[in-house]
């Protein structure tokens, strides 16, 4: 082969080469491809069974105050042992409709003196610094997730953070080296892990029922096309943006949270290791806006490159499988899948469906039949998880999500007054998140296996699994 074929050969395979990976370092900071611990930092402290100082009252501030904010905020206000100090929002509206009620679930015992903090898009660093809040709860949009975390736990709070943690792998390298530099807690709020079926499904999961585990299907499907209709203020005035320019499962944790800890993954039994991802063409959205909004509109100039589905399927340690769906597009009913299956048989959400080998008692008798709709009464009495018989009236009653969002804020607080370790740590929030960044890199890569950082670096092996907690 003559030498100008050659160097022709090798220019060309580069470029295309290049093609393939930048995407990929792009979306994940460089940290996609080569995902090698990073030294902790001196003196760090391994936070996964981390019990923090007990707190008689925990002082709590807020960022960010929309529709999920203010639930945040007004549910914790009502809880004992508590203490509303400050709120910060860019719309004066909702941070004084915030504290107002907040004064008002109260009692007016308590969170008289709550300062806001509506001034500016910096306003919350200010808050920080003055009002040295004991925890930090944030629900903004997610690019801002990271740096507010970062600085809450410098400033010395614990971070509560919504859904996703993090964008990218070095924002999550720097909350887990941040959280163990100063021993604050950094929990992504995933709520879905407090719900009813799931702590059944749980508890099952801890007692053997399904035998050892195998497979889990864990998604997030929930068509909200309608949140494009908020333009100026709202969900859809950021979100929208990055089902244009992101390509991949960006919504991950409401299924997968619940089926990592049945599979005890990354405490002490098993880990994620790598993963691949696809996505479907990007339709339903530019098709959503070209119907609804005029041809000269904002949301008519994006050129839409999310698929209106994601599908990824995770390998573990072990070997284990679990597929991740996320479309917030299609026109179809909500589920979030929630299955786990095992050598001894199947547990299934939407509808709840359980099959085991040799039948369900009050159910079929083979596992060739489900059993479903009252069928479950028995089985689901019997596993019935202690945290929700202790809360879930109470849940029910308070609301959010069927009672689930009550219960996780309840447990928050609950941990920070006994200094006990959270039920969802830093490492586990990272490993959730990661499938977003993860999943891009796969899809620009044509579904090229991805692997998982270690965030716990080893650690994870010698992690307590997360108790049935009573």
Known sequence: MSTNRR???????????????????????????????????????????????????????FIGVGARGAGHAHQIAAIEGTEVVAICDLYEDLAQKSADKCKENGKGERHKKIKLYTGGENDWKEMLKKEKPDAVFICTPWKLHAPMAIEAMKS????????????????????????????????MMENVNYGRE????????????????????????????????????????????????????????????????????????????????????????????????????????????GGDISTSIIKTNMGRTIMVQWDETSPRPYTRHNLIQGTKGT?????????????????????????????????????????????????????????????????????????????QNVYESCYWSAVGPLSEASVAQNGAPQEFPDFTRGAWKTTKALDIIA
């Open 7 to 61: 160097d022709f050969l090798r220019k060309t395979s580069i470029a295309g080469l290049g093609l393939a990976v930048t995407p990929a370092l792009s979306n994940a900071q460089g940290q996609i491809l080569k995902n090698d611990a990073p030294s902790p930092s001196p003196g760090a402290t391994y936070m996964g069974d981390y019990s923090a100082p007990k707190l008689d009252t925990v002082r709590c501030a």
């Open 156 to 187: 010395g709070a614990h971070a509560f953070v919504e859904v996703p943690l993090a964008l990218t792998i070095e924002e999550m390298w720097e909350i887990v080296d941040t959280s163990e530099k100063t021993n604050k807690h950094c929990m």
């Open 198 to 305: 799931e702590l059944i499904y749980l508890n099952m999961c801890r007692q053997g029922v399904l035998g050892e585990l195998l497979h889990g299907e864990a998604s997030y499907i929930h068509e909200l096309r309608g949140q494009m209709n908020e333009v100026e203020r709202g969900t859809g005035s950021w979100r929208t943006y990055h089902y244009a320019n992101r390509n991949g499962n960006l919504y991950p944790t409401h299924g997968l949270g619940p089926v990592a800890q049945y599979m005890n993954l990354a405490r002490g039994e098993d880990n994620f290791k790598f993963m691949n991802s696809f996505s479907s063409p990007a339709k339903g959205r530019a098709l959503y806006a070209k119907k609804n909004f005029p041809a000269d509109h904002q949301w008519n100039q994006l050129d839409y490159k």
């Open 347 to 423: 547990l299934a959400g939407f509808p709840n469906r359980v099959a085991l080998e040799g039948g369900v008692p009050g159910g079929p008798d083979s596992h060739h039949e489900w059993a479903e709709g009252d069928q479950l009464d028995a089985i689901f009495e019997k596993y019935e998880h202690p945290l929700y018989k202790r809360l879930g009236e109470l849940a029910k009653k308070m609301g959010g999500h069927g009672g689930m969002d009550f219960i996780m804020r309840y447990r928050i607080i609950e941990c920070l007054r006994k200094g006990e370790p959270l039920d």
